[in-house]
């Protein structure tokens, strides 16, 4: 079983919609990352948390320690939205900013 | 402030030879982390140094695989007498310090062996 666990694998939407992804961990952890991964492109760090709720925008993230599950919403969704969402957490016993992944999320945001 | 750069962002190698795949930390960033992404799979970590040192060489291969972060130039992935199933995604992050520091990554380099 992966240490870092995501849902939904695929999401497809419509614009304008509110969208939730989920990620649950089975680790103590300092820290844990949101980043957003465009199809042939680098990886871009939305948020980090180690605790509560943290809003960019559209976008917010909520992060639940004593659950170990955080949540990724996009409000009003936008087909530029499209692209990979990964959890990824900074484990608690590990050397610097090390990071440990989710498989990701492959969301589409439809016109 | 220019981000973390990598080069190249896409490279083609035969099966045998080298690939050399290159990351320059932001400024002011004295820890380097490389990950593999390979194709369908989710990242995962192979190393992490800082200047002139491997703190953690836990996810890296135990063979052909060697990394280095000099006092001077940028962090050098090396890999030997490459296979097919070192194509992947290669990503290197950087941060300033140890604790709670964001996460900066690469474009990536795209490796890819025919």
């Known amino acids: 079983k992966n240490e870092v666990e995501q849902s939904p694998q695929n999401l497809t939407a419509q614009e304008g919609e509110f969208i939730t992804i989920n990620c649950s961990y089975s680790?103590?952890?300092?820290?844990l990352h949101w980043l957003q991964q465009h199809p042939g492109g680098g990886i871009v760090s939305l948020f980090m948390?180690?605790?509560g709720k943290k809003k960019h925008g559209r976008l917010i993230a909520t992060i639940n320690i004593q659950e170990k599950h955080s949540s990724l919403h996009i409000t009003a969704s936008h087909p530029r939205d499209s692209a990979v969402y990964i959890c990824?957490?900074?484990?608690?016993?590990?050397?610097?900013?090390?990071?440990?992944f989710g498989e990701g999320t492959q969301l589409t945001v439809n016109p | 402030n220019a981000g973390v750069m990598q080069n190249p962002r896409h490279l083609v190698r035969r099966r045998g030879q080298e690939a050399r795949l290159r990351c320059s930390p932001m400024?002011?960033?004295?820890?380097v982390y490389w990950y593999r992404q390979l194709p369908e799979e989710g990242l995962k970590f192979m190393v992490y140094?800082?200047?002139?040192?491997?703190?953690?060489e836990s996810g890296m291969p135990k063979e052909r695989f060697s990394a280095e972060f000099p006092k001077e130039g940028p962090s050098i992935l090396r890999i030997q007498q490459v296979v097919r199933g070192d194509s992947a995604a290669y990503f290197c992050?950087?941060?300033?310090?140890?604790?709670?520091?964001?996460?900066?990554f690469g474009q990536g380099t795209r490796l890819t062996v025919v």
């Open positions: 680790v103590g952890i300092s820290a």
């Open positions: 992050a950087s941060s300033p310090q140890l604790g709670q520091a964001e996460a900066f």
């Open positions: 140094l800082q200047k002139e040192n491997i703190i953690d």
């Open positions: 990824a957490v900074r484990r608690q016993e590990t050397s610097g900013s090390r990071l440990t």
């Open positions: 400024k002011g960033h004295s820890h």
């Open positions: 948390l180690s605790s």
